[in-house]
């Protein structure tokens, strides 16, 4: 290796652009032997599959509920896997995703005016003393959620479970509380009332809205790729914050996207093009990322810790929780 620092960088860039040559010949020789045979390119294709991080990912007997070739598990999965447990325990039935019969009546229902949402409700509101920031992130949310309330929370008079208590003797079901650090949104946790489970999340990512104005109709939940006990859990507090019937008049999806352990949140509405035969997306917004730092079985942080992230779990790209 040669001393001089100008020299070593000479000889580099010599081997780099020595090196992009050669691969470019083989490129084009074998595209030449590619077109007269097009069976060798067709092999080559099939054997030359890059292996990504999500191939190569941990599957747990104890923890997982799919096999390797299961890789999208929706709402209506979802239910199934979980509706033997709930059954028993919760008194969720308009949880349960409908059939097709029953999303026949929604539709129906809606023309009529008839509501058949079953009077799922949710509270929304923020840490104390919270800046306009918060208060613009509220808004948007409640026009997420179906049936959905706000409060501004002031001063830290009130703690977690006593909004908490406040909210389940007046009828909701849920409660989302919106964190904010140094003048941004940093968290947010989702509470199942009136006795947990509570799921704490970052927030990173965050864009807002970018149509001003949509209607207010029920969107379609689509939930991808929880595929554990724990992503399971969370899907069904996911689930619970949109009534089981949504408006196809609508036209509008949510859609909560796992990949690898980071749930991408996108808001959409579908378009029908053309004669009708063709479909295109709209992006309503908001869109951020959501990060699951937290699971306690109970309100707020009071309660038995199911799952909580540590820096050491976190070391193997290759295991994943959701």
């Known amino acids: 290796m040669a001393k001089n620092k100008l020299v070593r960088s000479?000889?580099?860039?010599?081997?780099?652009?020595r090196a992009m040559k050669e691969k470019s010949a083989l490129r084009r020789e074998r595209a030449k032997v590619e077109e007269q045979d097009p069976t060798l390119r067709v092999k080559r294709l099939r054997e030359n599959v890059p292996v990504t991080i999500d191939q190569k990912r941990y599957y747990d007997?104890?923890?997982?509920?799919?096999?390797?070739?299961?890789?999208?598990?929706?709402?209506?999965?979802?239910?199934?896997?979980?509706?033997?447990?709930?059954?028993?325990?919760?008194?969720?039935?308009?949880?349960?995703?409908?059939?097709?019969?029953?999303?026949?009546?929604?539709?129906?229902?809606?023309?009529s005016g008839r509501t058949t949402e079953g009077g799922m409700r949710t509270l929304i509101t923020t840490s104390p003393n919270p800046t306009r920031v918060s208060y613009h992130f509220l808004t948007i949310l409640q026009t997420i959620f179906p049936l959905s309330d706000t409060i501004r929370r002031g001063t830290g008079k009130y703690t977690v479970q006593d909004i908490a208590?406040?909210?389940?003797?007046?009828?909701?079901?849920?409660?989302?509380?919106?964190?904010?650090?140094?003048?941004?949104v940093n968290a947010i946790n989702f509470i199942?009332?009136?006795?947990?489970?509570?799921?704490?999340?970052?927030i990173t990512n965050l864009q807002l809205k970018q149509l001003a104005t949509h209607t207010t109709h029920h969107p379609e939940l689509l939930l991808n790729?929880?595929?554990t006990s724990l992503g399971h859990q969370i899907a069904s507090v996911f689930r619970s914050l949109f009534p089981a019937v949504p408006h196809l008049r609508g036209r509008q999806t949510v859609t909560l996207h796992n990949s690898r352990d980071f749930v991408f949140f996108r808001r959409h509405r579908y378009m029908f093009t053309g004669a009708g035969d063709r479909v295109r997306l709209?992006?309503?917004?908001?869109?951020?990322?959501?990060k699951c730092r937290e699971v306690v079985q109970g309100v707020g942080r009071e309660g038995d810790v199911v799952w909580a992230s540590d820096a050491g779990l976190e070391?193997?790209?290759?295991?994943?929780?959701?």
């Open 10 to 17: 000479d000889n580099y860039n010599a081997h780099k652009t």
């Open 61 to 111: 007997p104890s923890r997982s509920t799919d096999s390797r070739t299961q890789t999208t598990q929706t709402d209506s999965s979802l239910v199934k896997a979980e509706s033997a447990a709930e059954e028993g325990s919760d008194e969720e039935g308009s949880d349960v995703k409908p059939t097709v019969a029953a999303t026949a009546g929604a539709v129906a229902g809606e023309s």
């Open 165 to 184: 208590r406040y909210a389940s003797r007046r009828g909701y079901s849920n409660l989302v509380l919106i964190n904010e650090d140094r003048k941004s």
């Open 192 to 202: 199942r009332l009136p006795d947990g489970p509570t799921a704490y999340f970052t």
């Open 225 to 227: 790729n929880f595929s």
């Open 282 to 290: 709209q992006e309503i917004g908001p869109r951020f990322t959501l």
């Open 315 to 322: 070391s193997d790209r290759k295991r994943m929780f959701l």
